[in-house]
């Protein structure tokens, strides 16, 4: 049953990995036994289809997706400032390791899927980061003149719109690209100047770096 285990998560792994890489449309079931030095056969003994493992391995990512958020916001030696641009370090990780190819996929051939991702964006993200941004309020670290719901709302439609495969066709950008400079707008945004000058020149917050890193001859507002 261990052996079993053991090479259904290789599986898993290598699936997960071309998927990601190179889109899930490009890759067979061939390929993968392939890679994974095994037959066609064998995969098929422990996937009943490239759709099934598709949706196992999307799910493996939400989930641990999830667990990072929980360990995140778990933690107390972070304030909710620092919880919040550790949720966002490891939304921007999440983000960099898909290929546009992937998006592209999921949105035209598996809407059930593309949803998915919505639903988790939903359930997991808005609300932990609303809860966040109140918290962050109440140390002053937030501006108080914004609506936290309606941050978060522009936030999350913003990215829901930007990356998307049919927008990033038409932007001379990587995924990355997009998503760090969404970041850096909405932080320098709803930030107070004391958030802005504390987490500048935090050298032990490196969950920070992406999010404040500045050029030379920029300037906090």
Known sequence: MKEEQEIKDRILAKARELFFRSGFRRITMEEIAHELGISKKTLYLYFNSKQDLLRLCLEQRLQEMKYQVEQITEDNNRDSIKKMQGIFQAAFDLVTSISRNFLEDLRRY????WKRIDDFRERVMFKTISRLLMEGRKMGMVRSDLDHNLIVLILFTTIQNIINPEQLARLPFSLSDVFETLLKIVYN?????????????????????????????????
Do not use: V
């Open 110 to 113: 598996e809407p059930g899927l």
């Open 189 to 221: 945004g709803i930030f107070t100047e004391r958030a802005r000058t504390r987490f500048r020149s935090d050298s032990s917050s490196p969950e920070a770096g992406f999010l404040f890193s500045q050029s030379e001859g920029e300037h906090a507002p």
